[in-house]
């Protein structure tokens, strides 16, 4: 299994600031990655985070809006740019150990407010 | 691009009883796994049950079983002898090469006593 600590659980921001949400993982893990989910729907793939390299974005998502950095095997970032009301929603960070037919683990998320 | 649906928004069941959700999926792969996960208001995604595509026997774990229809490409999920902690979303997805996850829509489960 993995534990994953996310941070912050939940945050409220003003439109026009960012803000950078963590994924920490209690092992070494060969995916990560970030998902959005809008109140009351479904979970969206933002990006795979690739260590040492650019982030791979789903369509619909680009990197000025939500860079992501993985310096290492264990820990990600995600930041939400110049943020407007739409941006609130759930972001959520999961892993995987293995490539294929493995359990995704997944953060608690960050529930995020843009006023 | 791959698709699941949901068709169900909402489901009741009385505690003890049985209910079944609804999963469909759109894909051209042969090789791909289908899971169920379960989001509690607590927000934390939980596995609940997987099936491999290439495996003709239906996947089972305790009371949750699936029914796994390859050619009408159907996974629906069961839920027997419902307990108060079943109540959740419950999101059927869909895996494929690169570890990305496509999820449905969800189906709120409510569990009455």
């Known amino acids: 299994s993995a534990v994953i600590s996310q941070k912050p659980s939940r945050d409220i921001c003003q439109r026009g600031t960012s803000l950078t949400i963590q994924c920490q993982v209690d092992?070494?893990?060969?995916?990560m990655f970030w998902y959005r989910q809008q109140p009351g729907q479904s979970l969206t793939l933002i990006a795979t985070a690739n260590q040492g390299s650019e982030a791979t974005y789903e369509s619909g998502f680009v990197i000025d809006k939500f860079p992501i950095s993985r310096p290492n095997l264990t820990f990600s970032t995600l930041t939400v740019s110049n943020m407007s009301p739409e941006d609130s929603s759930i972001y959520l960070c999961?892993?995987?150990?293995?490539?294929?037919?493995?359990?995704?683990?997944f953060g608690q998320g960050t529930r995020l407010t843009v006023v | 691009a791959q698709t699941v649906t949901q068709s169900q928004p909402e489901m009741s069941v009385q505690e003890a009883e049985t209910v079944t959700l609804s999963c469909t999926y759109d894909?051209?792969?042969?090789?791909?796994?289908l899971f169920w996960y379960k989001q509690p208001p607590s927000r934390q995604m939980i596995l609940v049950i997987r099936q491999e595509a290439y495996k003709q026997q239906n996947a089972t774990e305790n009371r949750f079983s699936v029914n796994f229809q390859k050619a009408a490409k159907s996974f629906s999920l069961k839920i027997s002898d419902s307990q108060l902690g079943d109540a959740a979303m419950y999101f059927c997805?869909?895996?494929?090469?690169?570890?990305?996850?496509?999820f449905g829509g969800g189906t709120r489960v409510l569990v009455k006593p």
């Open positions: 092992s070494q893990v060969t995916m």
């Open positions: 894909t051209s792969e042969s090789d791909y796994y």
């Open positions: 999961s892993v995987s150990k293995e490539a294929l037919n493995t359990e995704a683990f």
């Open positions: 997805a869909y895996e494929a090469a690169g570890n990305k996850l496509t």
